[in-house]
């Protein structure tokens, strides 16, 4: 039979796989084209077929069959396992012999040659576990310590890179070659990019898999590669693109990506057993509105596909880089956990295991304490003096000698000179060492009379829940009365005279830096000792220990601002209602105040001085420039209580650039709020807040600003100046008296409108009634005190003589005579006041402006000069000018004291 073969003058050689080897007969050209009739022929017939492999144990059977011998031989096989004849060109020349001329075939294997290596025991389940990931690397170059960081890290099996940027000799790389000799059990499988440079898709794959490459004819729109795993008797179509943005360079559009990506997925989905795509798609998959985006969404959907990243995967804050599969595939089983779920439960847990600890060391315990005077000047010598003056006093009333009244009167005066004198040092020295905040404090502490608690009064048959929960209905339907009259209203369906651009960020703030314990100590240590009872422990004991807290609560916010949730059980506030003005009716719940009591916190460098002084500097250099200013100061009902929070959001991605995780922290923070009005002992029901923001925290006058910057661009539009401070807005204009003033006051009123209709789209309502107006001008001006009237939707607002602005009362000529008028009102008893007049004579005179006081007449030095009333005015007249007309208390006080001692000394 072979016989004939040889007599042919032109043989083609074909080969067969079978179980003993591999098998190589040359055949007559005449018998290659007819092969089929040698079908039989080549599958009965093999060369030289050796000994019966024997039976392998079931260690060896689980280990990998790597065969010492035929290792080489087998790796240089073409489609392996795909086609059973080949030519024997595919062969390497040196693991074949000529035991038959013409017949080359491999040795036989001998199980007594044969060396099984053993290997990982992770290799044994590969079938079942793959740990895989995919990776944007942005060049590989350079960053073989990174690679090998990850692979390690993450105990990975197949690493997928897009944009390697290596060229096609990538294994001259040096970055490669220090990949994998230090990953020797791993293997580097690449698609470059041709003709230019960037781009380029890669796999890194753990020894162990049989591979095939699969090779696809260059797509214009994307770069791919195609591999085709088996391991265990299953196998994983795995396909890595990388489709770059459209620019110059690559005028390659969405559309003809996704024919490509359709003629792509039209051939592998019909490959049987599992399909993993991954990459870098470059849509914006985030966005629910991105026309390309919806429509890659669609074309997965259609081809029963899924995608299963949903996290931001840029830095920008988008989602570009995917992993995709069937979806009735359950390939992916176990995808990397988050932190999401764990915020909630460190929160639960320091709380709980915080308020046990204090419990158990601290239970609370309820006493009776008796209120007594608080005197922190009172120290020992006090002590000793007032201990003195009593043993005199008891001397006095046991004998009634005058020697021992004189000496107990002398004790009396020499404790209350020392008395007054220690109290003046000791607030002279906490003025001195005071800031601004404890000095407002301090002086509130001294001056101010504190209200009674006031509640309205019970009903029949009602208990103080009852109350809580009038007061928790009350603040809950006020900003949704707001809400609703605002929509009746139609404002929101008018368009505005001007349009405003919609700017959008070009930057992008996606991920917070996680915070330190150290800047946590330091944050506790500069809180104020304010406590809710909400808190699992108080204040001063969480300072106290903050060397020990610090840990738990830095990974309690650092989790937090990672997995961009907040954690739920601090969204819940404790409203205590605050009864407005003694002159309002008690029983009402509309006259009291919604007052929470977090940690406040309030913009550095922000601040009331700061605005006036900027709204004044203009106003004044206007009327110095002959000129008039228009000032508006509008009201806005609830404004913190009333902020959309969709609105709020979408400002902050489009306007503000924050996306990604900060964006969806700061929508858990907004979102799922709750409050309840606590009433004595009594707690309301919780109520969910819809809308606002909470007053008082750190971040809401910084949400407010930020939702309410573009007003600024509405009033800027008409050419007005304006200035912000929290929810309080003053646009003002400046008039020329020259010119038509009628002109701009139709500006204004037009400008009015407009802020009207811009903050009724966006939720807020701004009352005209509560509007005030005032028309700034020079007391030299013949008609300044004519009123000024404006227009607004309908509502005639004239022009006030005075008006309240950031807590400071001005006049039309930017006086704060009546500020100061209402500042010093009741300073004095009246039955002190009364007896002192101001000196005003009839007509002008250089003491008119020296601000003396009337000397009444007396009749008697002995009596009549000796009465305050008469001898007050004379020691005030007695003193300087520059004395009497000091600007501040404290400058007179130094002042006065100065003057007496050069008095005294001279």
């Given amino acids: 039979m072979w016989n004939q073969y040889y007599s042919a003058s032109v043989k083609v050689p074909i080969v067969r796989q079978h179980k003993h080897g591999t098998m190589v007969i040359a055949l007559p050209l005449a018998a290659a084209v007819s092969l089929p009739d040698y079908f039989a022929l080549c599958c009965d017939v093999h060369s030289n077929p050796g000994p019966i492999c024997r039976q392998h144990t079931h260690d060896e059977r689980n280990s990998i069959p790597v065969r010492i011998s035929g290792r080489e031989a087998r790796n240089k096989m073409v489609f392996r396992q795909q086609k059973h004849f080949q030519t024997c060109t595919a062969l390497h020349t040196n693991n074949y012999s000529n035991s038959i001329w013409s017949i080359n075939h491999y040795h036989a294997r001998n199980a007594t040659n044969l060396i099984n290596v053993k290997v990982n025991k992770s290799f044994s389940n590969f079938s079942s576990k793959i740990r895989f990931a995919t990776w944007n690397a942005h060049s590989l170059n350079k960053k073989s310590a990174t690679v090998c960081d990850i692979i390690i890290s993450k105990r990975l099996d197949i690493l997928a890179i897009t944009e390697s940027w290596l060229s096609g000799d990538y294994h001259n790389n040096n970055t490669i070659a220090e990949i994998l000799n230090t990953l020797n059990d791993f293997n580097f499988y690449h698609v470059p990019r ?52 459209q620019s110059k360079k690559n005028r390659a559009t969405p559309s003809t990506f996704f024919q490509e990506f359709s003629s792509l997925l039209v051939v592998v989905l019909l490959t049987p057993g599992y399909l993993l795509l991954n990459g870098d798609f470059n849509f914006h998959m985030e966005l629910q509105n991105d026309a390309h985006a919806s429509t890659f969404r669609e074309l997965l959907q259609s081809a029963g596909l899924r995608h299963h990243v949903t996290k931001t995967t840029h830095r920008s804050g988008h989602t570009l880089d995917l992993i995709i599969d069937r979806q009735e595939s359950k390939i992916i089983s176990n995808t990397p956990k988050t932190a999401n779920a764990d915020v909630n439960h460190l929160t639960k847990e320091y709380n709980s295991i915080l308020q046990e600890v204090i419990n158990r060391h601290a239970p609370e315990v309820s ?16 002590r000793a003096l007032k201990r003195e003056k009593r043993k005199c006093e008891r001397k006095y009333l046991t004998t009634g000698l005058e020697i021992h009244r004189q000496i107990f009167r002398d004790k009396c005066r020499t404790y209350t000179t020392t008395l007054n004198s220690v109290k003046l040092d000791y607030y002279r020295a906490q003025i001195k060492n005071a800031d601004q905040n404890k000095l407002f404090s301090m002086v509130d502490n001294l001056f101010k009379v504190k209200q009674a608690y006031t509640l309205p009064s019970l009903p029949a048959n009602q208990s103080l829940q009852c109350v809580a929960n009038g007061f928790s209905d009350f603040f809950s339907s006020k900003t949704l009365a707001l809400r609703n009259n605002l929509q009746n209203s139609g404002l929101p369906l008018l368009e505005m005279s001007v349009t405003i651009d919609c700017v959008q960020c070009d930057v992008s703030f996606t991920e917070f830096s996680k915070v330190s314990e150290s800047y946590v100590k330091n944050i506790i240590k500069q809180s104020k000792p304010k406590s809710c009872m909400l808190d699992p422990g108080p204040t001063n004991i969480i300072k106290q220990l903050v060397d020990i807290l610090a840990g738990p609560l830095t990974r309690i916010i650092n989790t937090s601002l990672t997995s961009g949730i907040f954690p739920s059980s601090l969204k819940k506030g404790v409203i205590l209602p605050s009864f407005k003005r003694p002159e309002l009716d008690f029983n009402m719940y509309s006259s009291y105040r919604p007052i929470t009591n977090p940690q406040s916190a309030y913009r550095s460098f922000y601040s009331t001085e700061t605005a006036l002084l900027r709204v004044f500097n203009d106003v004044l250099y206007a009327i110095d420039d002959h000129q008039e200013v228009v000032l508006v100061l509008l009201d806005l009902s609830s404004a913190f209580d009333t902020i959309d929070h969709t609105l709020l959001l979408e400002r902050l991605s489009h306007r503000y650039g924050i996306n990604g995780t900060v964006l969806e922290w700061f929508k858990s923070y907004l979102l799922d709020r709750t409050q309840s009005v606590k009433v004595k002992d ?126 400071v009362t001005v006049d039309f000529h ?33 003491s008119t402006s ?38 501040s208390l404290g400058i007179f006080k130094g002042l006065v004291k100065t003057h007496l001692f050069r008095k005294y000394f001279d």
């Fill in 194 to 245: 041709v003709n230019r440079t960037g781009g380029g898709v890669g796999v890194f794959l753990r020894k162990g898999f049989t591979v095939l490459k699969n090779e696809w004819q260059p797509f214009s729109s994307m770069e791919c590669m195609d591999l085709f795993i088996s391991t265990g008797g299953s196998s994983i179509r795995l396909i890595t693109i990388y489709r770059p943005p």
């Fill in 367 to 382: 006493r009776s304490i008796f209120l007594r005077p608080n005197a922190p000047w009172f120290n020992d010598s006090l």
């Fill in 682 to 807: 009594a707690l309301s029901n919780d109520k969910k807040l819809l809308f606002g923001i909470p007053q008082g925290s750190v971040l809401g006058p910084i949400f407010f600003f930020l939702f309410f910057v573009p007003m600024e661009d509405v009033i800027t539009a008409h050419g007005l100046s304006c200035m912000i401070y929290a929810d309080d807005s003053q646009p003002y204009v400046i008039l020329d008296p020259k010119k038509n003033r009628d002109a701009m006051l139709s500006k204004i009123e037009l400008c009015i409108k407009d802020i009207l209709i811009w903050c009724a789209k966006n939720g807020l309502t701004c009352d005209p009634d509560k509007t005030k107006v005032l028309h700034l001008t020079s007391r030299f001006t013949k008609d300044y005190e004519v009123p000024l009237k404006i227009n607004v939707n309908d509502n005639i607002i004239s022009s006030s003589p005075n008006a309240r602005d950031l807590g």
């Fill in 814 to 846: 930017l006086k704060m005579t009546t500020h100061v008028n209402n500042a010093l009102n009741n300073q004095a008893p009246d039955y002190i006041t009364e007896l002192l007049d101001i000196y005003r004579p009839k007509r002008t005179l250089r």
């Fill in 850 to 887: 020296q601000n003396l006081l009337v000397v009444p007449k007396s009749n008697t030095k002995t009596y009549g000069e000796r009465t305050f009333q008469v001898s007050a005015p004379k020691l005030w007249n007695s003193l300087p000018d520059y004395i009497r007309l000091s600007s």
